[in-house]
DNA sequence: CGTTCTAGTTGTATAGTACAACTTGATGCG
DNA sequence: CGCATCAAGTTGTACTATACAACTAGAACG
């Protein structure tokens, strides 16, 4: 087998383990907030509100499950709804002053274990993998992790 | 921040990126095999042969669920259970040949989609990932994916 | 208008998971 | 030996995330 080859059976094996384990702790680590409540409530972040609708195209996941999803992190008080008004049909989603607190702590709580697993790697390294990752997301067929 | 600093959020960004999609796309590609089936088999393949309590130790699962998916495993006939002749309380768990054969076939549907998403990758950068990859992975604290 | 489209909710079902209680067999101690 | 304790697995129960289908409410367009 070609060194091609052999490395992509690496990468196949080594981001199945990684997933797997990610899985397997997503919960645990952060009990507020599950891996796709981050996620969601990161998005709400970085677009400054946005539908529900427009989550679930995104992560490609059900409207039922965003709407159920969304109606939890409303009643833990972390996004509020406003009726848009040029539609009645649509609610904007919107963080909370404390769902930006528990977004940045989180956060802040996952940067610091990405951290301590990447301490001691020369930044030489960190920038390439941070390169190699980008480019492997980016590619082609946006969906395909598996 | 430093350009390690920096690295390291991007590689935090697109784990999870990636965690996210794997965990979205895990059951609809292989619907025979879910990602911890495909995971248990591939490990009985690779020890050839343990018993429930190793796979739950080895993956952080409950013993409850691995005896669920064990179940599942056998009634597919994708496993078989011997009683350890020295200790009637173990069952060790075998492939069957068509479990080996499942296995195998996921393997290269999967591995055929870790070819086609790094396609066009040079050979030293695929050589490269794969090891930061591997790196990553074993780094300290095992378990944390997160 | 009414038909059709869109946003979201709710009913129902399934998978994967954990925890606790239990069963069965093994081990060890007095 | 015989009883207490430990270990492997199973089963009962509950919870979460998910999807699909049926529905409601509002919008758009002829």
Redo the contacts between chains.
């Keep these: 087998m070609?060194?091609?080859q052999?490395?992509?059976?690496?990468?196949?094996r080594?981001?199945?383990?990684?997933?797997?384990?990610?899985?397997?702790?997503?919960g645990r680590?952060?009990p507020e907030l599950s891996?796709?409540s981050?996620?969601l409530l990161g998005h709400l972040e970085e677009e400054g509100g946005c539908r529900a609708t427009d989550l679930a195209a995104h992560?490609?996941?059900d409207k039922s499950t965003v709407s159920r999803q969304v109606a939890a992190l409303e009643r833990a008080r972390l996004i509020e709804r406003r009726l848009d008004p040029e539609d009645h049909r649509v609610q904007v989603l919107h963080l909370t002053e404390a769902g930006r607190e528990i977004l940045a702590q989180v956060t802040r709580s996952?940067?610091a274990?990405?951290?301590?697993?990447?301490a001691g790697?020369p930044?030489e390294?960190?920038?390439?993998?941070?390169?190699?990752?980008?480019?492997?997301?980016a590619?082609?067929?946006g969906?395909?992790?598996?």
Tied chains: 1, 2.
């Design positions: 070609s060194a091609a052999s490395a992509v059976e690496t990468i196949q080594e981001m199945t383990i990684f997933a797997r384990r990610a899985r397997a702790s997503a680590m952060h891996l796709v981050y996620t992560y490609a996941l996952r940067r274990a990405f951290r301590e697993r990447l790697w930044e390294d960190l920038v390439r993998f941070a390169a190699y990752l980008e480019r492997y997301n590619g082609p067929g969906a395909g992790a598996d």
